[in-house]
């Protein structure tokens, strides 16, 4: 069943702005993923951060964990065009299987 | 990175014909494949998972003997929609898992299918 939900579900910025994605979960992970999607097309995974980690970076990609509260913080900085995609948070549990929040979906334009 | 193939890419189909996706994992063994499926500007809903040599394993509400999954190597799982109509018109997405609880699952292109 889907359990992560991001907000806000749509993100309108200018090339260059910051991009923070939300995502709130109910219940207990071994982990919390960040994927993206381009229109029409299969996902691409972006970072994975573990439950005993608080915050991970990949180049201009930041996420944040916060367990107590069950949510997580997508960042993207200097944002572009090429940025505009959904987003979605997925969380893994002991079943293996990734459960999807609703997405974000993010445009950046020029 | 591991790559996950999926074919058909796009396919067209008349109600009440059968449609066959497969779900191949180039380069490595996968020991647990999902199907998802997902509707225009929604999100991905898991319809079940299949374990290599084992039945799948159902969410609730997904029809099995609509969604027939055959898991039969380590390396490809296909999804046949039996008698599809047009509310089966979807995106339909595999992944891949190696055991690895922590591992990250690697997704295949999807298939757009839509039922005239």
């Known amino acids: 069943s889907q359990q992560g939900e991001e907000d806000p579900q749509a993100l309108s910025i200018q090339e260059g702005e910051n991009a923070t994605m939300n995502c709130s979960y109910k219940t207990s992970i071994n982990n919390l993923q960040w994927y993206r999607q381009n229109s029409g097309r299969g996902l691409v995974h972006l970072i994975l951060i573990r439950s005993n980690e608080r915050e991970k970076h990949s180049g201009r990609l930041r996420v944040t964990l916060d367990t107590s509260k069950k949510s997580s913080s997508l960042l993207i900085t200097a944002s572009r065009a090429a940025d505009t995609a959904s987003y979605f948070c997925?969380?893994?549990?002991?079943?293996?299987?990734?459960?999807f929040g609703k997405g974000t979906s993010l445009l950046v334009t020029p | 990175g591991a790559v996950v193939s999926q074919h058909p890419s796009r396919v067209i189909c008349k109600s009440g014909t059968s449609v066959k996706i497969e779900c191949r994992s180039l380069?490595?063994?996968?020991?647990?494949m999902f199907w998802y499926r997902q509707f225009p500007k929604q999100s991905l809903m898991l319809m079940a998972t299949s374990n290599e040599g084992s039945k799948a394993t159902y969410e609730q509400g997904v029809e099995k003997d609509k969604f027939l999954i055959n898991h039969a190597s380590l390396t490809l799982s296909t999804l046949t929609v039996t008698s599809a109509h047009p509310e089966d018109s979807s995106f339909y997405i595999c992944s891949a898992s190696t055991v690895n609880l922590n591992e990250k699952l690697f997704f295949g292109s999807g298939t757009q299918l839509s039922v005239l």
């Open positions: 380069d490595f063994q996968a020991t647990t």
């Open positions: 997925a969380t893994r549990m002991t079943g293996y299987a990734l459960n």
